[in-house]
């Protein structure tokens, strides 16, 4: 499993016990409203924001919210305007980072990556400095204590799935990013239920990290991951399992 799949199980599991909802609300939200603004508010027809209102349900978020959040994407109620920006950039132990952010204002969001990168040892590269490392993916995240590995397997991969890994707590689905829906869709008429489904940015190949840059690069994904315009942020970081052990 990935760097990134390990640290997302950490979020996780955080979130249980100490959920930042106002903030997870607020990347919902401005997810939701771009979708909307660029592919329509027809969630039959627009598979972004399909999987964004999906994900928004899966973390109760009031259906108002989401109708507004939709609202504001079509322009049939006023909002703010998001740009979508990517940077990228270093972590402790020469782990490269790939971060997706919304914003409406480009220069805090800037700002702000570069701060948290300067405060936990990581420092901002150019753009395509790191981009290259990552490819564009989908994964779908089972319980895997209710189906067999086999019974995953079989459905994800006649839906056209790339790969299934397995853990103790859930399997792994990855897929091609234009064969997400359909696998998706194909996971979910097998009988099978999905803990999370996202497209995501998955290394193509890792780098290990242990002792304490490894304790610096969780610090320093949490902050990043903490500031109000970011949506992911993604490493090619293997990282040692004590150090997750310790932020779990």
Known sequence: MSGHSKWSTIKRKKGATDAKRGAIF??????????????????????????????????????????????????????VSYEEITYEGYGPGGVALYIETLTDNANRTVADVRHALGRHGGSLGTTGSVAWQFERKGQILIDATRYTEEAVFE?????GAEDVAGGDDEFVVTCDFTAFNEVLEGVKKAGIDVSSAELTWIAKNEVAVAGDDAAKLLKLLDAIDDLDDVQKVHSNADIDEAALAEAM
């Open 155 to 159: 459905a994800a991969i006649e839906a």
């Open 26 to 79: 607020t990347k919902l939200i401005r997810e939701i409203t771009v979708a909307a603004r660029e592919g329509g508010g027809a969630v039959e027809f627009n598979p972004r924001l399909r999987l964004a209102v999906d994900t928004a349900k899966a973390a109760n978020m009031p259906s108002d919210n989401i109708d507004r959040a939709i609202r504001k994407g079509t322009g049939d109620l006023e909002g």
